[in-house]
Each structure stands twice: as structure tokens, then as C-alpha cells.
């Protein structure tokens, strides 16, 4: 054994770095191998940056600036070459507002548009400015999406969870605005019909002052008002009603719950106040003093509706309404009242702060609680609430909370507690690594996967938690092939996994627990981490740990991984399995039943003894198949495109793409419903975006189609 790998050994079990090449740990270029292809994300096409969308006609809160320019193209510009310039100049004009949103503007997208348009004609030839002119001022008019443009940053989670909250309990309170504004006006309208009733009203004063100027010289307003006092109907509203009708229209008239539209909208004008605070104490101390005025709120819409329908009676509500008070509330009068958002930083939490959470997770109180999260292998906490009982939670990374949003529209919209808990880098504290690849690299590498539980999805575990949008959710980690070229220039393709080292070597604070190996140190003793894991720890005796990275000249390097980190690794891996059990992957109890079903006896009629069944033995096997197996499915031409329909997760970008050529059936999960309806390029494009890759583009079915060379080969990784 080398010295060198005796050095690397003692690193491994100390994570202590000796005096050679191994002191050296990874520089702030580094960024492990498999996400090396990604580095220049403005180069992609993807999820960020993303759309608030601020119109309540759109049941979406947010978009992706990738899917607007989707469905715009789609709707504008013709097939074939006709529609190809019209494409490549809103893409190139797609792809200037992806880097200028990183400068950190915070503006509209329509604002966006007009910056990056300016930006990108100015930089053409005049005839090819005029071109491109007449193609963004036709897809600018297309455009029926607005709202502020926010990139995947330390800002995100909180501001995105904001908007949807407001947008969600705008919509949610929005018969109770009508109800309140409806009373008031009702309220108003009896108590105007008894002062009409007031001799005050008749008196000849107020009649000429309500005739107006025109006719002051053309009646004799005393003798008017004699005639009117004797004919006014003496059936006045009791003293006793009218107070307790002007008492119930000013409790509704001063509630702060609702903003009717007959009031002053100083509140974003839209009919609400706001319940976002930061601080879950002051949430719960002010839940807590609300309650009363909850109270009095449902106490004056009940006296109110039984007064406008002239059904009250003393006898039969005086005495229930003078006992009304917090205590009588129930959930139905509570599900009326605005949600509290509570956007909390899981660094900034004390110890009683997370009692409290947890009090308020399982208990019936309307909060909805934004757990941010910014260094997911540290703090753990955030990753408690697998079995949350009664509330509603989603956990996910900033990275995919767009794929997420309709978990979060449900939690948002659930009666009762939720929780948020999103994990988002700090900018300042990460590598050169981009904030979205950060996060995305936390979730695909298991140290903080995304999972959801909804408490009213069904009875069981398995219709209310879903773990389906994490990649490869029946292995330990995510495998990739990644190639590089050797010293000879020779192509090698080598079997990656991506664990939660990868991730650690792009946050600086575990840069201690990396040694770079220089290539000449590099022998079959050393092992990729997957690898590592892999063996009993007799079986690693003498072997070290390894991670593949590159740096910034895209030179593939490997650095040794101290045992600290390994056990961090492991325990990742660990809580991943039993989010696997939760959600019913690679469950120990269902495998552990599999291993114990008895091998029943077949049963069937006597058959009659001949020579050959006495010649021939018989041997009787009893096999378990998978149901989903089991079905006989049709045979698919190689050249088809199809959906591996079963695994489909219902994320809509495919049908949002083309929903012409793609559909949901009858269990909402998508299929190929007409092929020729859209274009190679469509098919291709989905199967990129595919979150769970189970698109198969085929081969092109209109050979004139442009670009098709290109197109082939970004469809072959799809094909296997």
C-alpha cells in the first residue's frame, strides 16, 4: 500500500489533512461532475424565472416564463417553416429576459419584455432589427399573462407563499365579502324605511330641503307635512329591534376581518387585511384576542340574516345570542374567518418556538406556517413533520416549488394548520453554484427531498402522502452517466450517483470534510461514495471514499471524503427510506408479507390417470406477479411516441404544452391521444421537461420538419 493512500486513509477516519496534495480542499469553482452540464443556466430552458400572476380571473398563481412562451408560440406562430422565425426570435428574446431577471430587478413581466426587446434590437443590423420587431410586437400582443418576474433566490419561498396566500384567501373569503356587504346594505335599507316613518323626516324643513331648490316657491311644505303626518302608517320598528339592528350593522360596519367594497380598500385593494406576520408567538397572542371579535362577527351575521328575513324572535333568540361568545364557535364558523401566515427562518427558532409549531400542527387552528430553510444538512428539524396527524404539509426546495404549487394551492386552501417547509440557499454562503442548482441539487440528492401529505386526500397512508416528485423514488440515490474525455481524448462514460457528498461539496462550510487526490493517487482502492456505502465495514477496510467533481476549466477531479461527512451521508439516506416507507416504496411490511404468503395448494377437478401423465413428472410453481404487470398492455411500434402512462404524476406541462396531442385519461394521468396534432419538436420539448421522465418521442412523423437532425439526437436519451 502506497503511502499516499495511507495518507488518504488517515484523512478518511481522522478528516485530518496531512502536508501533501491532499491538503488541499475544494475551491469555490468546484461543483460536482453531474451537474457540470448545467452551470450556465441562462444557456437552459427551465422552471425559473417564474410569473406571480396578479389576475384573479387566472386560477394559477404563478407560471413559468418557459410555459407562457410555450403556449404563446403554440397559439401564434404556424407550423413548419412559416412559424420558425416567429419561434427563434421570441426564444432569443425568452432567453435575454432569463439573464436579466439575475440582475435582481424587481418588475413586471410586461416591464421585462419591453427591457429585454430594447436590449435585443439594439444589438442588430437594422434590416434584422425590423424583422425581429415585427415578430415581438405580434407575440407582445399575444401576451395575456402579467405579474411581477422572481427568480429562484433566498427571497423566493417567502414572497411566493405570500402571493398565494393573498390570492388564496381572496378567493376563499370572497362569499363572505358578499354576505357582510349584502347585510350591510339590507341593514341599512330598514333602518332608512323607519326613519322615512319619523315625523323628523316629514317635518318642512326636510321636505324642502329633499324637493331642492326647483320647487321651494311651488308648495306650501307646512301644510305638506300636516298631510303626510296624518297619513304615515304608525308601525314603527320597536325601540328594542332597532337597536339591535343598528348594533349588528355597526359590528359588521367596524369588523377587520373582510373589507367590503362599500368600504375604503386600503388594504391592496382587494378586499382584505393582512394576516402575514413573522413571528409565530405574535400570531398565536393575536389568534388568541381575535377570538371575541370572531364572535361578535358571526353573532351579527346571524342577528342580521334574522332580522332581513324578519324571522327573530325574543323569546325564542334573545336569550342564545346574550350567552353567544368564543366558546360557542364552531369549525364551520371558524373555516369563515381569514388564515394567518407565519413565515418563519428556521435558524432564528428557539426552543419554545418549536413547541409551539408543534401545538400548532396538531390542533385545528387555521395557520399556515412557512418554515424556511437554509442549511438543510445542519438543521433538521424541519423534516419532523412526516406524520403531521391533522395538518396539511409540503416539503420541497425552492428549486421545485413551481412543480409544487398545486400542493401548495391545497395546503393553502385546507381548513386548518399547514405547513411549508422549503429549503432555500442563502445566496452568500454558497459556491459559484447558482441558488437554483443548489436547491435542486438538495432534493436530488435525498438531503432534503420533497414530499406532501394531505389529510383529507383519503383514509390511509397511501392516498395521503405522495413522495412522487423526487427523481428515481425506488433507489437510494438518483444515477446518472456522465462523459468526460480522458488524456487521450477518448470518450469515457462512467455510472454516476448523486448523494448528499455532491451536495455538501458546493456548500463552503464542509469544504473541511473534502481532500483532493491528484490523478496520479487514483487506484481501484478507492471507491465512489454509492460505492462505499454499499459495503459492510469489514469490506472497507483500506478503501477510501471518493467524489467526482469539476472545476471551473471543466478538469475532472477527485477528492476523499472524511468519515464525518460519510455518517452525515448515511443518515440522509436513512430518513429517505423512511420517507420511502411512508410513502409506500420499497415498504418493509409489504415485503415482509410478500416473503411470508403461503404457497396454497391449487385446486382442481380429478383428472382422469393416463400413460403419458404417469410417464411425465409434474412440477407445480406458484409465482407472485404485480398486478400492473400481470394486464396484458398492447404492443407499441418502436417508432410511436408513447407515456408510460401508470407512472405519469400529473403535472400538466404536457398538456399544457399541446393538449391537442396530449391528454389525461379517465384516471387523470396523460397519454399520447393524437400524435400528429403538434410537432417533433413538441414531443421532444415535453420529454425534456417530463419531471419523471416517462415521455417517448418516437421518431419524426413529418420528415420536412426543420431541425430535425438536431432534434433526433435530443430525443435519443428518451428512447431506452
Not at 414530499?451 to 402522502?465: E, I, K, N, T, V
Amino acid at each position: 500500500m502506497s503511502v499516499t493512500m495511507q495518507e488518504m486513509i488517515n484523512f478518511h477516519l481522522t478528516g485530518r489533512r496531512g502536508v501533501d496534495d491532499t491538503a488541499n480542499g475544494p475551491g469555490p469553482d468546484i461543483c460536482p461532475a453531474l451537474l457540470m452540464p448545467y452551470r450556465q443556466l441562462s444557456e437552459l430552458r427551465y422552471d425559473f424565472p417564474l410569473v406571480l400572476i396578479d389576475s384573479p380571473a387566472n386560477p394559477a398563481f404563478a407560471d413559468s416564463l418557459t410555459g407562457i412562451c410555450n403556449r404563446m408560440l403554440r397559439d401564434i406562430a404556424p407550423e413548419g417553416n412559416a412559424g420558425e422565425q416567429l419561434r427563434q426570435h421570441v426564444l432569443q428574446l425568452e432567453k435575454r429576459m432569463r439573464e436579466l431577471v439575475i440582475d435582481g430587478h424587481d418588475e413586471s413581466l410586461s416591464q421585462l419584455w419591453k427591457r429585454a426587446e430594447k436590449s435585443l434590437l439594439a444589438e442588430c443590423e437594422e434590416a434584422e432589427a425590423e424583422l425581429k420587431r415585427n415578430s415581438l410586437a405580434t407575440a407582445r400582443f399575444a401576451l395575456k399573462t402579467d405579474g411581477v418576474v422572481v427568480n429562484c433566490d433566498a427571497q423566493l419561498s417567502s414572497r411566493l407563499l405570500q402571493h398565494a396566500f393573498r390570492r388564496t384567501e381572496a378567493s376563499r373569503t370572497s362569499q363572505s365579502v358578499e354576505k357582510i356587504e349584502s347585510l350591510i346594505i339590507r341593514l341599512r335599507n330598514i333602518l332608512k324605511v323607519d326613519d322615512l316613518k319619523h315625523s323628523n323626516s316629514e317635518s318642512p324643513q326636510t321636505l324642502k330641503k329633499n324637493l331642492g331648490k326647483r320647487y321651494k316657491d311651488s308648495f306650501d311644505f307646512d301644510m305638506m307635512s300636516e298631510l303626510l303626518d296624518d297619513a304615515t302608517p304608525q308601525n314603527r320598528l320597536p325601540s328594542q329591534r332597532r337597536n339591535r339592528i343598528q348594533a349588528a350593522l355597526a359590528t359588521l360596519e367596524s369588523q377587520q376581518f373582510f373589507v367590503p367594497a362599500t368600504a375604503a380598500r386600503n388594504k391592496r385593494g382587494s378586499g382584505q387585511y393582512e394576516f402575514i406576520v413573522d413571528d409565530l408567538s405574535v400570531a398565536l397572542k393575536a389568534y388568541d384576542e381575535r377570538l371575541p371579535q370572531m364572535a361578535e362577527v358571526i353573532r351579527a351575521i346571524s342577528i342580521a340574516e334574522l332580522e332581513c328575513d324578519n324571522a327573530y324572535r325574543e323569546e325564542k333568540h334573545s336569550s342564545y345570542f346574550d350567552l353567544f361568545s368564543a366558546q360557542a364557535l364552531a369549525p364551520e364558523d371558524l373555516e369563515v374567518f381569514p388564515s394567518y401566515l407565519i413565515c418563519l427562518h428556521e435558524s432564528e427558532l428557539r426552543a419554545l418556538d418549536i413547541a409551539r409549531l408543534m401545538e400548532v400542527v396538531s390542533s385545528d387552528l387555521p395557520m399556515k406556517i412557512l418554515l424556511q430553510v437554509s442549511d438543510a444538512l445542519t438543521h433538521q428539524s424541519a423534516q419532523s413533520f412526516t406524520a403531521p396527524g391533522n395538518a396539511f404539509v409540503v416539503q420541497s426546495t425552492s428549486s421545485n416549488l413551481y412543480r409544487q404549487s398545486k400542493a401548495i394551492k391545497k395546503g393553502l386552501e385546507f381548513n386548518g394548520p399547514a405547513v411549508f417547509s422549503i429549503f432555500a440557499p442563502i445566496e452568500a454562503l454558497t459556491t459559484e453554484t447558482p441558488a437554483y442548482l443548489v436547491a435542486a441539487a438538495a432534493m436530488e440528492s435525498r438531503v432534503f427531498p420533497a414530499f406532501s401529505y394531505d389529510p383529507g386526500a383519503g383514509a390511509g397512508l397511501a392516498d395521503r402522502f405522495d413522495i412522487s416528485s423526487n427523481p428515481k423514488v425506488a433507489s437510494d440515490w438518483p444515477h446518472r452517466e456522465f462523459s468526460y474525455e480522458d488524456d487521450e481524448l477518448q470518450m469515457i462514460v462512467e455510472d454516476c450517483a448523486f448523494t448528499a457528498a455532491d451536495f455538501a461539496i458546493i456548500d463552503e462550510k464542509y469544504s473541511e470534510h473534502f481532500a483532493f487526490a491528484p490523478k496520479e493517487t487514483w487506484s481501484d482502492d478507492m471507491l465512489q461514495v454509492s460505492d462505499y456505502l454499499a459495503l459492510t465495514d469489514v469490506e472497507t477496510i483500506e478503501k477510501v471514499p471518493y467524489l467526482t467533481a469539476v472545476d471551473g476549466d471543466n478538469v475532472l477531479r477527485r477528492f476523499v471524503v472524511d468519515d464525518g461527512l460519510i455518517r452525515i451521508v448515511r443518515r440522509c439516506r436513512e430518513r429517505w427510506h423512511a420517507l420511502q416507507e411512508l410513502g409506500g416504496v420499497n415498504n418493509s411490511y409489504a415485503s415482509a408479507a410478500l416473503a411470508n404468503v403461503p404457497v396454497a395448494e391449487p385446486v382442481t377437478e380429478p383428472a382422469p390417470v393416463t400413460k403419458e401423465a404417469v410417464a411425465a413428472p409434474v412440477e407445480t410453481t406458484v409465482e407472485v406477479v404485480d398486478k400492473a404487470e400481470a394486464e396484458e398492455t398492447p404492443e407499441i411500434a418502436s417508432d410511436d411516441p408513447y407515456i408510460d402512462t401508470p407512472r405519469c404524476t400529473t403535472c400538466d406541462e404536457c398538456t399544457n404544452r399541446n393538449d391537442r396531442m396530449f391528454a389525461y385519461d379517465e384516471n387523470k394521468q396523460a397519454y399520447i391521444k393524437d400524435p400528429d396534432a403538434g410537432t417533433f419538436r413538441q414531443l421532444v420539448e415535453a420529454a425534456e421537461e417530463c419531471q419523471v421522465a416517462i415521455i417517448h418521442p418516437g421518431k419524426p412523423r413529418n420528415t420536412d420538419e426543420p431541425g430535425l437532425d438536431e432534434l433526433i439526437k435530443r430525443a435519443e436519451p428518451f428512447m431506452a
